[in-house]
């Protein structure tokens, strides 16, 4: 069974960088891209981006000048960093898989996200 | 960004009641869409992806239709386990967006 776990604190200070670790279990990060994904009542539901095994990396705009996301293979986790957070920051944050599909030629992923975590709340506070 | 609205924001129906959901995108994504449906403290499940597809596991009185700018998320006989706000998510372009969602509610 895929199992996504997201950790981190529950709190961050402004202008402080948020770091998060989404371990996943029962499934291997080399074989998938993976997204960070936030929720909030202001925002709703809004993707961070995605990083795929070999480091290649798509970040919304937005919040690129922000944002960094790693893998380590080694212990199956993916990580998320967001610098000089303000409380517009606070949020749900998930990780969460992208679906692959397989042909008889090859496999492929598209950006729906069919296993998720459960989601870590951090809020941004002084 | 593509913007996506949904249709209608709050429903109220009753068990077994056929309920439709409406997404909107600001413009044409062929059939790039997904739903999701989200109990309260819980992440959001995949229902439908490519518009139309099913999951696995989810049950066949929901369908999705659509293509361009204009998706229907269509549940037959309403089950008590349906109650929940539901999200449309468009994967035509980057960055990926969902739609403001719709809470189905027990009237």
Known sequence: QVRLQESGPGRVKPSETLSLTCTVSGYSISDNYWSWIRQSPGRGLEWIGYIY?????NYR?????RVTMSVDTATNQISLRLTSVTAADTALYYCARARVYCDTASCYSDDAFDIW???TLVTVSS | DIQLTQSPSFLSASLGDRV???CRASEDIKNYLAWYQQKPGKAPKLLIYDASTLQGGVPS?????GS????TLTITSLQPEDFATYYCQQL?????TFGPGTKVDIK
Do not use: A, H
């Not at chain 2, 361009?68 to 998706?71: C, N, Q, S």
């Not at chain 2, 035509?92 to 990926?96: A, D, L, Q, T």
């Open chain 2, 92 to 96: 035509y372009s980057y960055p990926v």
């Open chain 2, 20 to 22: 439709t959901i409406t």
């Open chain 2, 61 to 65: 009185r929901l369908s999705g239709s």
């Open chain 1, 53 to 57: 095994k070999n480091g290649s990396t």
């Open chain 1, 117 to 119: 975590g459960q989601g």
């Open chain 1, 61 to 65: 705009p937005s919040l690129k000048s």
């Open chain 2, 68 to 71: 361009g700018t204009e998706f």
